[in-house]
């Protein structure tokens, strides 16, 4: 089966770091988009960071700029997202997600809470 598989989220204090992981299950992400997208309780999904496969170019969201790094492992088949001096507002269910042509691929999410 095909999936995307997400870990690395928890509770963390206000300014605190935390990496998310994102692993593909059943094909690689060469040639794919892979994006982090985050839902805060009562929000809509909204796009945190995004990166080419292949050519390694990256996007932020204005809200996570110079805060997040989002990185590829070629040997690892797995992409990564930084998150450093966190704050409340990060708090949400963070999405891994993988598009190509005529396919896309979601991940079940993990949890991210910034609570003192």
């Known amino acids: 089966q095909l999936q995307l598989v997400e870990s690395g989220g928890g509770l963390v204090q206000p300014g605190g770091s935390l990496r998310l992981s994102c692993t593909p299950s059943?094909?690689?992400?060469?040639?794919?988009?892979i994006g982090w997208f985050r839902q805060a309780p009562g929000k809509e999904r909204e796009g945190v960071s995004c990166?080419?496969?292949?050519?390694?170019?990256?996007n932020y969201a204005d809200s996570v700029k110079g805060r997040f790094t989002i990185s590829r492992d070629n040997a690892k088949n797995t992409v990564y997202l930084q998150m450093n001096s966190l704050n409340a507002e990060d708090t949400a269910v963070y999405y891994c997600?993988?598009?190509?042509?005529?396919?896309?691929?979601w991940g079940q999410g993990t949890q991210v809470t910034v609570s003192s």
């Open positions: 990166i080419v496969a292949n050519s390694g170019s990256t």
């Open positions: 059943g094909f690689t992400l060469d040639y794919y988009l």
């Open positions: 997600n993988a598009a190509a042509p005529f396919k896309r691929y």
